[in-house]
């Protein structure tokens, strides 16, 4: 019988279930959308609920296309700080998951760095005191939700990210679990020890009861009939958040080897090897991923716009049609005429951390014409990933080998991938598969059930689609432009 992996990616937007055989060919796909639930301004929830039934729903679609018998293993990645608190009787949410995107938490958070926390929990988590992360999430629900902290004291309450919540509903309430590298993002977690950490939970005031049990990526997690679609329960093997995922996906085994995920924002991740390091200012330190009995540590940052910033030209200035007509735009200028778009439309994310700031376009003279803001608002994206890789490697001391990229943006490969080669000063590789963090789950997964024994054998399977190297001719006018980002950026942030 043939075995086949199903790779869930429970993304902020959307459930998609891909389904690769056992050499990594991508085989069926299948998506559905959720609610983005509004309750107030900033705040952001989703139905625990509805994600887990589009989960179900996208599984039974993806294996549709066989008709013969199969040996299926399950797969899962996911968005990640988004969190769900669920009574352990019922196995029902008693709200809705707050979303890493929700504001809800920021009071908790500013109190805490007030209260001069900032500096444990930096060196317990390797996180800064943020809402972006799911423990003032959490706090907020014990405090608010109506018999939510009784509940909890009681032992009848349990908490988890989303892949916890889907591990729980999927194995009919048997696995309570999470793995290291969605642990690693709560705020609760001690990355040293890989365990939830005392101190932490004090200070959040979450009752040690509620937390999942924390287990390497490469765990088996449980087994699954998906709500009857299989008579056979399944394996559900291999676990980690969407950014880990596209780490592991893009084959990033050595430390030094990066990966950035052009989307709507993006994020950036460097290996750092089998030894924790403190961040740099404005970055964190996450497990990047765990497998063959290895824990593999990396710096992150996460942009708040870039591929978003080509979106904004096409539907609110209405200066293109498509995102071809940018790359059209960039290629047919020398230069950017000293002009530079920064995209801070929900503040100035990582590393400069100035939520206050919001975007404006620079250099703007009476010869500024559209060519010259859509080039500017591609560079900027470059721009943008190089501060992060530059604050990981230059002020760490590490070596950067090569970045390999995924997501939409890569596709303009004319002006922006050469550009950002440029800037980095090593090669940017792109991958054949383009659902990095789906495929580092099918990845994962062949860890677990032993078909790999070493990184060596998993990385025979990623193909390069392409790669673009840094060029002596145009790089020191790279280099140019970027001193005039920075300088224009200063102006923004004094």
Known sequence: MKSQVISVDQSTQSTKAFLFDENG?????????????????????????????????????????????????????NQRETVVVWNKNTGLPICNAVVWQCMR???????LKEKGFSEMVKAKSGLLIDPYFSGSGVKWILDNVDGARAAAEAGDLMM????????????GGKVHATDYTNASRTLLFNVHTLDWDDELLAMLTVPRSMMPKALPCDAVYGETTVEGLFETPIKIAGVLGDSHGALAGQMCFAEGLGK???????SVMVNIGEKYADAPSGLVTSVGFSALGKVFYAFEGNIHCTGATISWLIRELQLIETPQQAEDFAVALENNGGVYVIPAFAGLGAPWWHPEVRGQIYG???????????????????????????????????????????????????????????????????????????????????????????????????????????????????FEAYDGWKKAVAQLIK
């Not at 139905?47 to 549709?64: C, F, G, H, L, R």
């Not at 988890?160 to 194995?171: A, E, H, M, R, V």
């Open 260 to 266: 950035a995920t052009y989307g709507t924002g993006s």
């Open 105 to 111: 938490g920021k009071d908790i958070c500013d109190d």
């Open 160 to 171: 988890g990210t989303i892949d916890s919540w889907l591990i729980y509903k999927l194995t």
């Open 364 to 478: 703007l003279t009476l010869g500024t014409g559209k060519p010259h803001i859509c080039r500017a608002t591609l560079e900027s994206i470059a721009y943008q990933v190089t501060d992060l890789i530059s604050a990981m490697t230059n002020q760490a001391g590490i070596a950067l080998k090569e970045v390999r990229v995924d997501g939409g943006p890569t596709k303009n490969k004319r002006f922006l991938m050469p550009f950002q080669a440029d800037l980095l000063g090593v090669p940017v590789v792109l991958a054949e598969v383009e659902d990095a963090s789906a495929y580092g789950a099918f990845v994962i997964n062949g860890f677990a059930r032993g078909k790999w024994n070493s990184f060596e054998e998993a990385e025979s399977t990623w193909v390069r689609q392409g790669q673009f190297t840094p060029d002596p001719e145009t790089q020191p006018k790279a």
């Open 25 to 77: 060919k991508l085989l069926n796909s299948a998506g559905l959308p959720h609610k983005q639930i509004f309750p107030r301004e900033g705040w952001v929830e989703h139905d625990p609920m509805e994600i887990y039934a589009n989960t179900v729903e996208v599984i039974k679609q993806v294996v549709s296309v066989n008709s013969e018998p199969v040996e299926y293993s399950l797969a899962l990645t």
